[in-house]
């Protein structure tokens, strides 16, 4: 089983607990507004880092990432952005995509707060790690 550390909304902000909350994932997945590539680099020198630009990330992050990462974790259909919005409230081209593509599981930052919800409509896990920026 794959183990995963997942966060947002770094804002240039790198905690040196993520060293050790982290050392026992596999990978960290990050939702956007990293702030300044040196924290995506860092978090990469101890794990696999799949991530996708927020909203305050520069040309050098969007050039780096993406702003949606859809891929499969284990058997695990996952989509991950940062402006997503959330069940009931997507925003209207996600909305839009998850209505005639969801996920299983939909990743999104943004909020600053931490959401679990399962979403009935698409049949899906909504995911908002909140944030761990200053």
Not at 38 to 49: A, M, P, S, T, Y
Not at 69 to 94: A, N, S
Request: aromatic share 12%; hydrophobic share 40%; with cysteine.
């Amino acid at each position: 089983m794959t183990r995963i550390g997942l966060i947002s909304d770094t804002h240039s902000f790198f905690d040196e607990r993520f060293k050790e909350l982290f050392k026992e994932v596999d990978e960290i997945w990050h939702a956007g507004d990293i702030g300044d590539i040196k924290v995506l680099d860092r978090l990469k020198e101890f794990k696999k880092v799949r991530a996708v630009w927020g909203n305050i990330d520069d040309r050098v992050i969007r050039q780096e990432l993406n702003e949606h990462e859809r891929f499969r974790c284990e058997q695990v259909d996952v989509w991950m952005t940062h402006i997503g919005g959330y069940p009931g409230k997507y925003f209207v081209g996600i909305k839009n995509e998850l209505a005639k593509n969801p996920p299983q599981l939909f990743i999104s930052g943004h909020s600053h707060i931490l959401k679990v919800i399962y979403d009935k409509q698409f049949n899906l896990l909504h995911l908002n790690p909140g944030a761990v920026g200053i």
